[in-house]
Each structure stands twice: as structure tokens, then as C-alpha cells.
């Protein structure tokens, strides 16, 4: 599968436009202390808070409330008792800090090929809190010529929706832009559309996207 992708993406190795998922591409992996600490919070296992967080995040993701999501978790999780609005608010900042431990050489590319003359666009299945804080941080308008989140859109990928948003943010044919992201079911949404894909994993992922990219504007 990933030798295909990397096949697609060689077909344009100057695209027009470089469109960067969120979560194990602009950062490293969820930070393992904060799911730790999520769960403690609430007394139950790692693994058994994971199964909870994950099942219901699809609808996080295309917009529903904080509270109501992690009310959610907790019912799952048998601890709809312990709920309150510190607790949540706890959950949903542990939460946001474990999904930004940044990748650096990655946000210095996006900012590279934007220097560079060529579009970037920010394309992730993401939650209100932690837009919210990258928005603060990271003023991503700065970086990113289009930045497109589920939670603010209310479609979340694969849907294809999500990905002809930011092409046409863009102003691009599809096979004029590259694609990035970590998991295969979003290449393949990505790929079916006409876009170009980039898988990015193992160790290396960063400096093969660097040098699938490298050089001027087509």
C-alpha cells in the first residue's frame, strides 16, 4: 500500500499546493503521560479510557460540544457520578496538551514551500479546545493558506466533502495537490479524488516529504 502511494506522489513531485493532516504529521504521536493522566483522573485503566475516548470521537471531531462529548466518555466508562464542570474542563485540557508536541521540521516545511511561492493548506480532523489553542499559538493563517478543521466545517475525512473544501479554498485541480497525511484510509479518500498522497510513516517520513517537495513551483 505505502510503496503505491509513494508511486501517486512521484507522478507530481512539485505540486502546486502541500496539504498537511494535523495529528501524527504536524506532531509526533498523542503523548502516552496525558492519556495516563486522563485516566487517572477518572480511575480506570489506560486501555479502558482509550476504547471510551476513541469510540465517540468521530462526532467530536464534526463539532459536537466538548462537554457533551466527554460527558459521553464518562457515561461509557460507568463514572457519569464523578461528572462536573472541573472535571471536564481538566479532561479537556490534559486532552489538548497531549496532542501538541510538535513536529517542528515539518510546520518549517510548511512554512518552506509557502516561502517557496506554492500553496499549504492545514487539513485535519480536529476538536474545538485544541483549534482553538493552535489558532492562539501557532497562528496558522500565517503558515497555512487554507486551514480546514472538521469540528469547524462539520464533515470530518474520509468524507469526501472535507477534501473538496480545501481544494477549492485553494483554487486548484486536484492532481495539482499533494496530500499528507498518516493514516491510509485518508490517502485512499484523498487519492480517489484525484489528489496526489504522501503516507506519512516511519522514521524517515519527514525527510522523504522534504525531499518529494523540494524545489520551485511547477
Known sequence: MSHLIMRQAMRHARPRAVIFDYGNVLTNPQRVDKVRAMSERVNVSIEAFLNAYGSGRGAYDAGQPPADYWRLVLQKLGREARSSEALIASLIDDDTESWIDYREEVWALARQVRAG????????????P?????????????????VTASCELGIAKPEPGIFLHCIEQLEIAPEQGLFVDDHPPNIAAAARLGLETFLFEGDDAARR?????????P
Open 130 to 146: 485544541l483549534m482553538a489553542h493552535l489558532r492562539a499559538e501557532r497562528r496558522l493563517e500565517d503558515i497555512f493558506d487554507n
Open 209 to 217: 516529504l522534504r525531499e518529494l517537495v523540494a524545489g520551485p513551483p
Open 117 to 128: 511561492g506554492r500553496s499549504t493548506a492545514f487539513l485535519s480532523n480536529n476538536v474545538p
